[in-house]
Every structure is written in C-alpha cells, then in structure tokens.
C-alpha cells in the first residue's frame, strides 16, 4: 500500500558529491520518521542517517559532516552526499516508517534501493 521510489545513486570520483531522494507515497496517515540505510560488499546493512516527523536528525559517525538528510511536505526524503570517500560505496535503501491510513498499524516500507559507487 505504500511504495518508494529511489533515485540519484551513480558513480562519482572520491571527493565528489550526489543527492539520493526518496519519495513515499500510498495511503500513509502519518509519517514518524524517514531514514537511509546502506549495505557494502561483504558487509551488514547500517543506519546512515534519519530524520524524525519532528526535523530530528540522526547520522552514523562515519558520514556526520560529510552526508545531510531533509524531508518536504511532499514526504520526500533527500540525503545530500558530499566529500565521497571510496568506502561509501554500497546500495543505498530508503526507508519508511509510517501509521497505516487503511489499518492504523505501524509499519515500515523500504525501497528498492541504489547503488553509489565512489572510484577513481
């Protein structure tokens, strides 16, 4: 009933910089947070940074200063990457976290994820 759809992953050179957005939509009565996971080569997937209903934010020390996460009232998320290092190379998933218009449930939606890679 809800569906997210990623965009904005590409390959950049160490130094460089791109913009993820992700945008939810579906019958979402209200949003509690939005937030960027990211899973490399041979790795677990990991918080990146999320952003609460409130403008709250919350970053994984390996991107604070590097990485900014925003929200619109369009219940689009962006996650503006800057100083790309090689080791941010991984799928980047977008995530939901929302009360369902239809049940009232608490549930979270995931997208479908993009791949950054940072080569030179």
């Known amino acids: 009933q809800v569906q997210l759809v990623e965009s904005g992953g590409g390959l950049v050179q160490p130094g460089g910089s791109l913009r993820l957005s992700c945008a939810a939509s579906g019958t979402i009565f209200s949003i509690n947070a939005m937030g960027w996971y990211r899973q490399a080569p041979g790795k677990e997937r990991e918080l990146v940074a999320d952003?609460?209903?409130?403008?709250?934010t919350n970053y994984a020390d390996a991107v604070k200063g590097r990485f900014t996460i925003s929200r619109d009232s369009a219940n689009t998320t962006y996650l503006q990457m800057n100083s790309l290092k090689p080791e941010d190379t991984a799928v980047y998933y977008c995530?939901?976290?929302?009360?369902?218009?239809?049940?009232?449930?608490?549930?979270?939606?995931w997208g479908q994820g993009t791949q950054v890679t940072v080569s030179s």
């Open positions: 995530c939901v976290e929302y009360l369902s218009l239809v049940t009232m449930a608490p549930t979270t939606s």
């Open positions: 952003i609460t209903s409130g403008g709250s």
